[in-house]
C-alpha cells in the first residue's frame, strides 16, 4: 500500500511544515505496531503510551501523519446524522445507540483539547441539514420527531431565516441541529502528533506492503525492512479493505472538496457577513459546505469509487468544477477565481453505516469504517480499541459493542458495480443539491 502526499488541502496548508519526519529503515521488534496515523492511531498510540509506559510502541502511516483523510474531512464533530427512516421502537433504538457513540466521540474530544489546551478553531455551533426543496420538509419533519423523542434540541428553519443566517437564498427548508460542533481538522489532528507519548515511535511515508501471522508474532514487510510485533492494531480506515481486513466488510469511497481563499470584507458584506456555518445535505449525494472562521467557503459535492491511492491533477480540477458551480449556485455574487485549493481523500464505509471494532485474532485488532463522523468516533474507537487490545474493559467499551455489527458484502465485481449504481441513483436524486 503506497499512499502519495499532496501539497493540495487547504486545512494542511494552514499548518506550518513539520521539520521531524522519520522513515522506516531497518528491522525493529516492538510489543505493540499501529498502522495509520490518523485520528484513531494517533489515539490507540496515545493511550497505549499512557498504559505502558516502558514498552515500545510504533506508530506507522503510509504517507504523512494526520494527512490522510483525518485533515482532509469537512470538519464536523457530529451529534446526530440524519436518516427518516428510524420509525419504529426497534429502529429509534439503534439511531440512539448511534447517538451514544457520537456523544462520546464528542466528550473524548473535549477532553484533550482541555488538557492539551488545544487551539483548533473550536466552536459549538450546531449544524444545518438543509435542502433547496420544500418537497424534503417532511424528510425533515421525521428527523424532527425522532430528535424530539430522543431529547434533542433542534429547530426548523424556513428560506428567510436560513438567509440571514447562511447568507444564501438557496436553501427553503434546514433542521438546526445544537449539538455539533465545527473545527479545524488539520489544527486538531496536528496538536494529537505533537502530544505523542516519548515512548511512541512515529514513523512516515512508510508503506506496510504486506503482514502475515507466525506463531504467537505479526510480521509486517515493508519497503526495505520489516517489524515484528507482538501486537498490533490497524487504524487505517479507507484502506482496511486494501491490506486484506475485514474485506467483505467494509469498501472506500473517494471524496473531492474544495475551499476558496477567504473573502474580501467587501465580498463578506455582499453576503451579509454571516457567522461561522456548516451545511450537511438533507439528500445523501448533495453538496456538503462550511463557511469557516476565517471567511473561506468549504464544499465537498462528490463521492465516487475511484482509485484510492491517487488522484491525478487533471481528475483533481474535473470535480473542482463541479464544485465551482456549487458554490456560484449559493452565492452568485461572488468572483469565478475565487477557489483556491481542492483535494481528495479516502472513507471507509460499510453497508449498514456501523463501524468496525474488533479483535480479529489473538493479537490483531481493529477499528474503522465512520461513514462521516471520523473526528470524533474515530478518536474514541483508537482510546478504547487500545484498552480492549490490552485485555480490559470499559463502559464506553460496551457503549460501542452495543451497536449494530457491519453487516457482510459481496466481493467485487459485484461490490464494485453496486456501489457505483447506488452512487448515481443518490447523484440523480441530489442533482438539485451539487
Known amino acids: 500500500m503506497e499512499v502519495l502526499n499532496d501539497n493540495s488541502c487547504s486545512w494542511v496548508n494552514d499548518l506550518s511544515p513539520r521539520n521531524n519526519i522519520v522513515t522506516l529503515s531497518s528491522d525493529i521488534d516492538c510489543e505493540w505496531l499501529i498502522v495509520g ?3 484513531t492511531g494517533l489515539s490507540a498510540a496515545r493511550k497505549l503510551g499512557q498504559l505502558y509506559p516502558n514498552q515500545k510502541i510504533l506508530l506507522v502511516d503510509a504517507q504523512l501523519a494526520g494527512e490522510g483523510a483525518s485533515s482532509r474531512n469537512s470538519g464536523y464533530l457530529v451529534d446526530t446524522i440524519l436518516n427518516d427512516g428510524f420509525t419504529s421502537n426497534k429502529e429509534l433504538d439503534n439511531y440512539k445507540k448511534k447517538a451514544d457513540i457520537y456523544k462520546l466521540g464528542i466528550d473524548v474530544i473535549k477532553k484533550f483539547i482541555k488538557e492539551y489546551q488545544v487551539d483548533c478553531d473550536w466552536n459549538e455551533c450546531g449544524k444545518y441539514f438543509a435542502s433547496s426543496k420544500q418537497e424534503d420538509k417532511k424528510i425533515l419533519e421525521n428527523f424532527s420527531g425522532t430528535l424530539s423523542k430522543l431529547g434533542f434540541e433542534h429547530n426548523l428553519l424556513s428560506n428567510k431565516e436560513l438567509k440571514k443566517r447562511l447568507g444564501t437564498n438557496f436553501y427553503n427548508i434546514a433542521l438546526h441541529t445544537k449539538g455539533g460542533i465545527l473545527l479545524h481538522p488539520g489544527k486538531l489532528v496536528r496538536a494529537m502528533i505533537d502530544t505523542l507519548p516519548e515512548n511512541v515511535n512515529l514513523y512516515e511515508n512508510s508503506s506496510l506492503l504486506n503482514w502475515k501471522k507466525k506463531n504467537s508474532t505479526v510480521i509486517c514487510k515493508f519497503k526495505n525492512c520489516s517489524i515484528k510485533t507482538k501486537k498490533i492494531i490497524f487504524a487505517t480506515n479507507g484502506f482496511l479493505k486494501s491490506l486484506g481486513i475485514k474485506s467483505n466488510y467494509n469498501f472506500p469511497i473517494t471524496l473531492t472538496a474544495s475551499m476558496t481563499r477567504s473573502l474580501t470584507k467587501e465580498e463578506f458584506a455582499s453576503i451579509g457577513e454571516p457567522k461561522e456555518w456548516g451545511v450537511l445535505p438533507v439528500r ?3 453538496a456538503t459546505i462550511r463557511m469557516t472562521k476565517d471567511r473561506r467557503i468549504l ?12 488522484m491525478s491533477k487533471s481528475e483533481l480540477t474535473k470535480r473542482s468544477l463541479k464544485q465551482k458551480i456549487g458554490i456560484k449556485k449559493r452565492f452568485p455574487e461572488l468572483p469565478d477565481d475565487i477557489i483556491q485549493s481542492s ?8 453497508r449498514n453505516s456501523s463501524q468496525i471494532f474488533e479483535k480479529i485474532d489473538e493479537n490483531i485488532f481493529v477499528a474503522g469504517c465512520y461513514n462521516g463522523s471520523g473526528i470524533g468516533v474515530g478518536t474514541l474507537f483508537g482510546e478504547q ?4 487490545a490490552s485485555n480490559e474493559n470499559s463502559k464506553e467499551i460496551e457503549t460501542i459493542e452495543a451497536r ?3 453487516t457482510w458484502l459481496p466481493p467485487d465485481p459485484i461490490l464494485s458495480l453496486g456501489v457505483r449504481a447506488r452512487l448515481i441513483y443518490e447523484r440523480f436524486r441530489a442533482k438539485s443539491e451539487i
Open 343 to 350: 483535494w481528495s481523500g479516502i472513507v471507509s464505509r460499510t
Open 299 to 310: 464544499i465537498r459535492n462528490t463521492a465516487e469509487v475511484f482509485n484510492p491511492y491517487q
Open 284 to 286: 445523501p449525494m448533495g
Open 404 to 406: 449494530n455489527k457491519p
Open 385 to 388: 480499541i487500545a484498552i480492549k
Open 37 to 39: 496515523a490518523g485520528y
